[in-house]
């Protein structure tokens, strides 16, 4: 695994050092500490600046707070808590998670949204990611876009 000190994980996330410290200090990213205890490197994971990368899409829609319950919404039901991997909905009305699942039909869970909605709602609403008029990469719902990363592969593959 590769592994960016903090100079370069600044750069290749487009955040800012305050942005990183509190990552770090509220917990969603701890980098590893490497060399002497009194001065160590810092240092960052690919996937943890990915995740980073992640978190300020998200930020310019959402607040941290929500960001946290979001992650902690992760964690407490026992999925992944990366958001990097995750296909996320932000529309007017909140966060929806498409979520895989051995279904032929994703299932829609809300995340987030106005104050007092409970998070982790089944959402029952028809959605097709791979919408055909748009050649299968990008989907409207709402104002909001689903973008199928396998898809625009394939479709990059293809020409």
Known sequence: MDWFPRRHAIVLARSSLGRLAYLEKTGIIVPQRAGLPQRPTVLYSWEQILEIRAISRLRQHLSFQAIRKIIQYFDDHGFDRSLRDKHLIIGPTGVTWICPGSHATPQLIYLAGKRNSPMGQFVLAPLDPY?????????????AKVIDIDGFREKLRSR
Do not use: M, N, W
């Not at 919408?131 to 104002?143: C, L, Q, R, Y």
């Open 131 to 143: 919408d055909a008029s748009s050649s299968g990469v990008i989907s409207e719902t709402k104002g």
